[in-house]
């Protein structure tokens, strides 16, 4: 009666020595359980690379341009992670954001003049709205994804070419409040950076030391006290790293410091996605059904309602996007490439470590993801590259990226 | 008979069945199916289908191929609900419309087909659809010592870690895990489709040794099994289907592998009139 259980005392005795943690980082890289260790060493490869080429690329002010180009790359890509968990994908995404941010900038307009939150909260209130309908229409009729959101891709198009073109200010509707334009163009100010990352830093850490002290007051396997230490001091450097880069004078004529609004955006979208994906029944479920719809069925999980979900959850993030592309681009134009864009989230997406074939991934490969795609064009641009060798580099990333991919695939399944 | 020491918990239940008569004061069995039956488009895959399932004791479900034995538990089990026909639980009467209705009752199935999902690790998979909460978000504490509690009781395998992905698990310790899960919560009928069919002999063994303690803790095990050996090691009561009916059923002991591999191959109605 004894020997399981001490075989489990055992074996955990042996995985708390630092050379075990070690060892079993490599199964874990190879079965794609610990994917973001791959793309982090490219991605530092990538930097390494473009700072050698030029040095302007770690500056500051390129550094900060670069997380705030990476945005619009990494909240889509979040949008369509809700989606590849289940092993489905949402083409119209691009769009659906587009059409999003045309709502806000005519609501904001002086025809409307709607108060920013409001114009704010009816972008994403269009975009989820679009969402759910596209999934009850995947569900209710059981159509593929990839058809619905590829007529999706064509629709929304169609639709926000007639809203655009009939505001009569050709073909571009401007952003002209305050408040959506300084989502990307605007800066907290440099100790309201030092506050909002020390806030986030100990809310992150206070995480992840409870849930390690918890599983050891419980008499469970824990990563050693070290590894944990370090975590958390990876997490604080970084942290500060990026304040010292945010608030570094990045102007030429007048002084430009702090942390743009996009950054805390993207953090709080990440940290919610998280959220609900690692700590909720939800989540739980969207995992479980991208992983085996029919066990999922069996164990009497509401396969239809978490799908749907998803599709919802896909229209929100989606919505939020689109508000930092207008930002960004300071206007909507009818001639957004909602195509090109969709297909940079996805890639991104599964770049980050996210599986196409649905059950695996995370909020943060999105991140990563987006920052990958971001640092190629970013780079590629400083060092006078082609835009026909920007395509093809990223290309071939997505292709290392999806092959990477089914090779994790395969040795799960082959066990 | 394999009867272990100790197992107080079948011997009861085990008599009762063996009383003939109408007796007013013995329960009725866990599980009754009076007349079955379950149509896919023109097959008729099940035709009338009576049998009773008793608690504490293993029920064997034989047949060829095609008998129709896992579209009968999935009728339990609420997957298929039958074409026609009356299932009573507890003595009452109950309809079965979803996984969900039958898992309510304390119904657990273990399927041919695993249904385990291989991107979640074995914690995940022992709660998936019962998960443990705490302030509305994940108790995975609770989760994890629970499924490890049950684990170190059932005593039949060991894994690295409870926290390992089941894909990254052997035929035997899978199905040990489709176990555990339906023992877990709590189930009063333990259902399984071909539970060693996958598995070699040290693990078929395991598994064995895994139903009879089932048994043993009052839980009634019906079993599906082509494997004679496998009946005639576990098994309290046989019951043997031939091209959608029920032809037979009773105490292993008036049963031999001769006579099991008849009503197998020839569905052998004569004692059925009788
Ligand atoms: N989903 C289904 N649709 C149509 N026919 C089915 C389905 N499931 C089972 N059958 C038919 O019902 C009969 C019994 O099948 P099954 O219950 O799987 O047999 P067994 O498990 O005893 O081998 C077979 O003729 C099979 O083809
Ligand atoms: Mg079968």
Redesign the pocket.
């Given at each position: 009666m004894t020997s399981p259980e001490q075989t489990v005392t055992e074996k955990r005795a042996e995985s708390a020595t630092a050379q075990g943690v070690i060892g079993s980082l490599w199964g874990k890289v190879r079965s794609g359980e610990a994917s973001l260790l791959p793309i982090l060493f490219g991605l530092a490869v990538l930097v390494a690379y473009f700072q050698v080429r030029n040095s302007v690329f770690l500056s500051a002010g390129n550094l900060t341009n670069l997380f705030v180009q990476a945005t619009i790359f990494i909240l889509l890509a979040m949008a369509e992670t809700w989606l590849l968990l289940l092993g489905e994908i949402d083409l119209s995404v691009g769009y659906v954001a587009a059409l999003g941010a045309t709502t806000a900038v005519i609501l904001l307009d002086a025809q409307f003049h709607w108060p920013w939150y409001l114009a704010l909260l009816a972008a994403i209130a269009v975009t989820t709205a679009i969402g759910l309908l596209q999934g009850l229409i995947i569900i209710k009729l059981r159509l593929p994804s990839f058809i619905v959101t590829l007529a999706g891709l064509l629709g929304w198009e169609g639709v926000l070419i007639f809203f655009v073109d009939r505001q009569g200010t050709g073909g571009t509707i401007p952003v002209q409040e305050k408040v959506l334009y300084d989502l990307v163009n605007g800066n907290l100010s440099p100790l309201a950076t030092w506050i909002f990352t020390a806030a986030s830093l100990a809310i992150f850490c206070w995480s992840i030391l409870r849930k390690d002290q918890s599983r050891r007051a419980s008499g469970l396997e824990a990563v050693p006290f070290v590894v944990t230490l370090m975590k958390v001091a990876a997490l604080v450097i970084a942290g500060i790293v990026l304040v010292l880069i945010f608030n570094t004078n990045r102007g030429t004529f007048t002084v430009l410091r702090g942390m743009p609004y996009a950054i805390p955006v993207d953090f709080v979208m990440l940290t919610v996605g998280g959220f609900i994906l690692t700590r909720t029944k939800a989540g739980r479920y969207i995992y479980a059904i991208g992983g085996n719809p029919e066990a999922a069925r069996r164990a009497g999980v509401n396969v239809d309602r978490y799908r749907l979900l998803a599709f919802t959850l896909t229209g929100v993030t989606a919505g939020v996007a689109g508000l930092i592309y207008a930002s960004r681009l300071g206007g909507i134009s009818d001639g957004v490439d909602g195509g090109n864009l969709v297909l940079l989230a996805v890639a991104s997406a599964v770049i980050g470590g996210t599986s196409l074939f649905g059950g695996r991934g995370k909020i943060i490969h999105a991140v990563i993801g987006g920052m990958v795609i971001a640092s190629i064009y970013n780079g590629m641009a400083l060092i006078n590259m082609s835009a026909a060798t920007q395509f093809i580099a990223t290309a071939l990333v997505l292709l290392v990226a999806v092959a990477m991919d089914s090779v994790a695939r395969r040795s799960t399944a082959s066990r | 008979m394999t009867t272990t020491s100790g197992s107080t918990g079948r011997a009861v239940p085990e008599n009762a069945t063996h009383a003939v008569g109408p007796e007013v004061a013995s329960p009725p069995p866990l599980l009754q199916l009076r007349g079955i039956a379950k149509h896919?488009?023109a097959?008729e895959?099940l035709k009338h289908v009576d049998l009773d399932v008793p608690a504490g004791q293993v029920t064997a479900l034989i047949?060829?191929?095609?008998?129709?034995?896992?579209?009968?538990i999935k009728a339990v089990a609420g997957i298929?609900p039958p074409s026609s026909g009356e299932i009573f639980w507890e003595g009452q009467r109950v309809t079965l419309h979803s996984p969900r209705a039958a898992e309510e009752l304390g119904i657990a199935t273990v399927y041919q087909d695993l249904a385990l999902c291989d991107n979640l690790d074995i914690v995940q998979n022992m709660y998936l659809g019962h998960e443990a909460t705490k302030h509305g978000t994940l108790d995975e504490i609770t989760m994890e010592l629970e499924t490890r509690r049950v684990l170190t009781e059932l005593s039949v395998f060991t894994v690295r870690s409870v926290r390992q992905l089941v894909g990254s698990l052997s035929g035997g310790q899978r199905q040990a895990i489709a176990v555990a899960r339906a023992v877990m919560h709590e189930s009063k009928l333990v259902i399984m489709d071909e539970p060693t069919a996958a598995l070699g002999v040290t693990q078929t063994a395991q598994v064995l040794e895994l139903i009879t303690r089932l048994a043993s803790r009052g839980i009634a095990v019906l079993v599906?099994s082509h494997n004679l050996n496998d009946v005639f090691t576990v098994a309290d009561r046989i019951a043997v289907?031939y091209l959608?009916t029920l032809v037979e059923c009773g105490p292993i002991a008036n049963y031999d592998t001769t006579r099991a591999v008849e009503l197998i191959t020839t569905g052998a109605g004569a004692r059925v009139e009788g």
């Open positions: - | 896919f488009g097959v895959a047949g060829d191929n095609g008998a129709g034995k896992s579209t009968l298929y599906i289907m959608g």
